[in-house]
């Protein structure tokens, strides 16, 4: 049914195109086990025999023009994927020895589909001669849906690439077919291979792990965002100046599925903007950051929940020193909503972008976690929340986490994310202070305890400043038990008395006034809890 096949009009030297059916496991279609989401493996494509090394210059079996123009060779493969296709289906590319760049093109059908009924969409990347096992050690870009062609080559690559030498062996194109309409999804990759000289690879310059900042203080910070190295419009230069701008101390850099930016800061770090880099592993099942792993690691994203891959995974994250971030996890694009459960969550990205009814509901369910953990005594999970900014007008920085840390460096930061201690808050603008006092003078701050007898009373105090004309609200694991308006000035302070036996917990919100029938208003912020107990 995949008809792949190299175009008929491409130059073929002897022994080159499309091996047949069936010299490939199971014929074209054949379905791998591969411990994780079925792929399908396609006919292998061939060029110049390597035992031959083609000339070095135009002139000979390629493409080149003149005496100086360097030797190249192209491919082109057609065929259509059927509905129901395995999440990755590999193509196969023997690359000869004297390559010294590899380019790829590809164009797929987007038919008209009637509502309700999904299109095509086709994702895009590339493994090397290591294989495409999980792991990724393979591994040399991947850019999704976002772009039609890309190069590599030793010394540079296409963002989302990782540039280095175009070594022999077999290589493979990974599609993803995202979606596939009724009717199939018909596409044609074009593979350009040119010939010389290896070249070198720059070591990359990857960004510090401390930056000066204030001793211990909240610091303020967006872990969700993407540059041109994935879906992203903006360049890492542009991220940056938009980050100070929006008054935040530190940003995580989070492209889809590749670390190809993790060494693309060069420059742009200084005293007072810390830069850590990471990933959002893109599963069909939910998205969820590596957030902060160590610099040039990628971790694998071709799995499903059914896979029973996750945990190990999530293990990988750690290992390099990473925070395990599901993200949007209500959100209702495909694939978007997180089904791989909590267990492995350091944190959990509650709120995304402009507030939104799924950011509601992911509020609500983060809180039922904290009702468990109380009950339980076992550990909670803190929220966080982020821009996810793509491009403008998403504004960097809307919302931010405000960490509690030691110092602006690296561990400080996620050892405070880690613990709890921090809030979400809007836009710089916004700034909360949140305690909890009983006992003999005892106190405790956000993401902490509280330990005091049952009937101690408690008094709760939340200061605001930056919120006009918006609402405060004191969640317990009862639900809310206190509201109080907040002055136009949009400074002010609420005071709240209640018991452990009473509130196991107390959290604060900040809302705006309700902009949707039967829904509380947007958030302006929130904090993590304060545990009350003996």
Same mark, same amino acid.
């Given at each position: 049914m995949c008809n792949d096949h190299v175009d008929a009009g491409a130059e073929q030297p002897d022994g080159a195109g499309a091996e047949p059916a069936e010299n490939t496991p199971l014929g074209?279609?054949? *379905?791998?086990?591969?411990?994780?989401?079925?792929?399908l493996t396609l006919g292998t494509v061939t060029f110049a025999n390597a035992a031959t090394p083609p000339p070095a210059h135009g002139n000979g079996n390629g493409t080149g023009t003149g005496p100086d123009a360097p030797r190249t060779e192209t491919r082109t493969v057609r065929g259509t994927l059927p509905p129901g296709a395995p999440d990755f289906v590999y193509l196969p590319v023997r690359v000869p020895a004297g390559v010294s760049e590899i380019r790829v093109a590809y164009t797929y059908e987007r038919p008209t589909v009637?509502?309700?009924?999904?299109?095509?969409?086709?994702?895009i990347g590339i493994?090397?001669?290591?294989?495409?096992?999980?792991?990724?050690?393979?591994?040399?870009?991947?850019?999704?849906?976002?772009?039609?062609?890309?190069?590599?080559r030793a010394d540079d690559a296409t963002p989302g690439y990782i540039a280095g030498p175009v070594r022999a062996g077999t290589w493979n194109i990974a599609l993803g077919p995202y979606t596939v309409a009724p009717g199939g999804l018909p596409y044609e990759v074009t593979i350009t291979l040119t010939y010389g000289a290896p070249g070198s690879t720059p070591k990359p310059a990857y960004p510090p792990e401390r930056a000066k900042g204030r001793g211990r203080a909240w610091y303020r910070g967006d872990c969700h965002l993407h540059s041109l190295h994935s879906d992203g419009k903006r360049t890492p230069a542009e991220i940056a100046d938009l980050a100070r701008a929006a008054g935040l101390d530190f940003i995580h850099s989070s492209d889809h599925n590749t670390h190809s930016a993790h060494g693309a800061w060069d420059g742009l770090w200084s005293d007072d903007l810390l830069i850590l880099v990471g990933e959002e592993i893109t599963t069909r099942n939910g998205h969820v950051l590596a957030l902060s792993t160590?610099?040039?690691?990628?971790?694998?994203?071709?799995?499903?929940?059914?896979?029973?891959?996750?945990?190990?995974?999530a293990r990988e994250v750690r290992k390099a020193g990473g925070l395990v971030v599901p993200a949007h996890p209500h959100a209702t694009c495909i694939g978007c909503n997180w089904k791989f459960g909590f267990g492995e969550a350091d944190a959990v990205e509650v709120w995304n972008g402009p507030y939104t009814p799924d950011d509601e509901v992911s509020l609500a369910d983060w809180d039922n976690t904290l009702v468990a953990a109380a009950r339980s005594g076992k550990p909670w999970t803190p929220a966080m929340g982020n821009s996810d900014a793509h491009k403008a007008p998403d504004a960097i920085g809307g919302p931010q986490t405000v960490v509690l840390a030691?110092?602006?460096?690296?561990?400080?930061?996620?050892?405070?994310?880690?613990?709890g201690h921090s809030y979400v808050a809007e836009s710089a603008k916004v700034s909360l202070s949140f305690t909890a006092s009983g006992g003999r003078g005892k106190q405790a701050g956000i993401g902490d305890r509280l330990r005091v007898a049952a009937a101690d009373p408690v008094t709760v105090r939340l200061d605001v400043t930056g919120a006009p004309s918006c609402t405060a609200h004191f969640v317990t694991d009862q639900g809310t038990l206190h509201t109080a308006p907040l002055p136009a000035s949009g400074t002010g302070t609420v005071e709240w008395t209640t018991t452990p036996q009473y509130a196991a917990y107390v959290r604060a919100e900040v809302r705006h006034a309700p902009? *949707?029938?039967?829904?509380?208003?947007p958030l302006a912020a929130f904090t993590n809890p304060v545990f009350l107990c003996e």
């Open positions: 074209r279609r054949g *379905l791998l086990a591969t411990g994780a989401a079925a792929a009637p509502a309700g009924t999904q299109g095509n969409a086709l994702d493994f090397d001669e290591r294989g495409t096992a999980l792991g990724g050690h393979g591994f040399r870009g991947w850019s999704g849906g976002a772009r039609t062609e890309f190069f590599l160590d610099p040039g690691t990628l971790i694998d994203w071709r799995y499903r929940a059914r896979d029973n891959r996750f945990g190990h995974f030691d110092d602006l460096s690296r561990t400080s930061i996620l050892a405070g994310i880690r613990a902009t *949707l029938p039967d829904l509380p208003g």
